[in-house]
């Protein structure tokens, strides 16, 4: 916003979280409310950067806002869900005008490894700061899960935990830091098992999963035994408890999803192998712990010092792509702010 004249440019960056502890439901689809808490692990150099100016010579087509994705113009469905984004911020922070945003992802855009969760975590810092607004970070959070609901967790850097709330406007469905980065030195192996863009949104995934999986009570029912467990596996630093939870969890969201009608199921053949090759491996003796998003890739929770060797494996696994070693990383941060 213009306070001396030119208006705020702001950039601001976040790193992609990945839940241990998943969030699978809503309790208000309107303002994004989930139906029970999470708990993730925000990753480093593995994210979103988006740069924002509200200003009356924004750059727009048709009338309304710019939005570019990585140096071209965003696709229309990205866009939208960019543009319904600024409109909340608009309303928040009284400003009337058009608005450029310009995002770059390190992180694949819909292949199941959370490239939204990083994204609005960005543009929520980005966007309320070029507003004019100055958001502690619960409130920063509770904005964030509007554009999607990971998102709210990558205000925060390293291992984090989301409440559901209780309140009907969603103040309290935030998340907060649980342990930073740095203090636990563990890893996330990936396995890309496929290319392909998922077949079906998480957002409807859940709809369709709370309106019609059987299972479904009986996973909202589990989540906050798995939540207890996995804060006190955190705050303990304790990998095979932790890892413990997060494969269930992550067993017991796809169970639930995939009990839906029609059927909703994420998985492929590479991803039962990697699956494998995590039991393998611990039979083995090594601590390695998978967990699966809205996507057929694994992920991997193991010691800084194991992932050598489980990254080997993974990449031997047949139908596996590609993998990535990442580490705990920063919360959302601002990179830059001028006037121009
Ligand atoms: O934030 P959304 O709407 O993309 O949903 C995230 C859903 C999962 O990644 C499968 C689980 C989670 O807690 O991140």
């Known amino acids: 916003m213009s306070i001396f004249g030119l208006p705020l440019s702001v950039t601001a960056r976040a790193g992609t979280n990945i839940a241990l ?36 010579d924004a750059e727009a087509t048709e009338g309304g806002d710019c939005i570019s994705l990585d140096g071209a113009p965003a696709p229309p469905r990205f866009a ?13 922070a009284r400003v009337g005008l058009p608005a450029e945003v310009a995002t770059r992802n390190s992180v694949p855009t819909a292949a199941g490894l959370a490239s939204s969760a990083a994204g609005f975590a960005a543009l929520a810092l980005a966007a309320s700061r070029a507003a004019g607004m100055n958001l502690p970070p619960p409130e920063l959070s509770a904005l964030a899960r509007r554009g999607s609901g990971s998102a709210a967790r990558s205000i925060f850097g390293g291992f984090v935990e ?54 479904y009570a009986g996973w909202l029912q589990a989540v906050p035994q798995d939540l207890a467990a996995a804060r006190a596996a955190v705050l303990a630093q304790d990998l095979p408890a932790l890892g413990g939870v997060a494969e269930r969890s992550a067993m017991r969201m796809h169970a639930c999803a995939m009990a839906a009608e029609p059927p909703i199921l ?53 139908g596996v792509l590609r993998t990535l070693v990442l580490a705990p990383g920063p919360g959302a941060e601002i990179v830059r702010e001028e006037r121009r």
């Open 266 to 318: 994420y998985w492929n053949t590479a991803t039962l192998a990697a699956m494998e090759t995590v039991r393998r491996l611990r039979v083995a003796g090594t601590e390695a712990f998978f967990t699966i998003d809205a996507g057929p890739h694994v992920k991997v929770l193991c010691a800084a010092r194991d992932a050598a060797r489980v990254e080997p494996a993974l990449a031997a696994t047949p």
């Open 162 to 215: 989301m409440a559901a709330g209780v309140h009907r406007d969603g103040s309290d469905a935030c998340a907060q830091a649980l342990l930073p980065a740095g203090v636990w030195d563990v890893r996330l192996v990936v396995a890309i098992t496929s290319d392909a863009p998922k077949a079906i949104s998480s957002s409807e995934a859940m709809e369709l999963t709370a309106k019609t999986s059987p299972y």
């Open 80 to 92: 939208e869900r960019v543009i319904r984004f600024l409109d909340l911020v608009r309303r928040e």
């Open 21 to 56: 502890v998943k969030y699978w439901g809503k309790r208000d689809v309107t303002l994004n409310l989930p139906a029970t808490g999470s708990l993730s692990l925000t990753l480093a150099n593995f994210g979103s950067e988006t740069t924002v100016r509200f200003a009356p």
